[in-house]
């Protein structure tokens, strides 16, 4: 996926991108994002994520991250304390492919 390398204060948050994917590195952060068919890779911890309208993959590998997402294809949950939700699956199919790995994070869909 996409190479990045920072330091942060508290505070602070780095998004890299391409026009298919975004890599989110933050803390402590209320992120909104507009889904434009991309992936997402969420690095941080104890942040708040939208991503509304339709994206292709979100990949949570920080811890306690709350991530709201509209429609998504896949979600990848390799933290730990992360709590995603989504509204619907891609393509009609009413949930996305899920995969959890980390320890203690939920993935639960929301009415529409």
């Known amino acids: 996926m996409l190479g ?7 505070g602070q948050s780095v998004v890299r991108g391409t026009d298919t ?5 933050a803390s ?4 909104s994002f507009d889904g434009a068919n991309k992936t997402f890779q969420i690095l941080g911890h104890d942040d708040e994520v939208t991503v509304t309208g339709d994206c292709f993959a979100v990949s949570v590998l ?9 429609g998504v294809g896949v979600i990848q949950a390799g933290g730990s304390g ?5 509204r619907r699956g891609l393509n009609g199919d ?3 492919k899920i995969a959890t790995t980390g320890e203690n994070n939920k993935v639960v869909a929301t009415g529409q």
């Open 94 to 96: 009413a949930t996305p």
């Open 28 to 31: 402590n952060q209320k992120l």
């Open 4 to 10: 990045c390398s920072a330091s942060l204060a508290i």
């Open 21 to 25: 994917a975004q890599q989110i590195m």
């Open 82 to 86: 992360n709590l995603i939700t989504y």
């Open 62 to 70: 920080g811890t306690n991250n709350k991530v709201i997402l509209d």
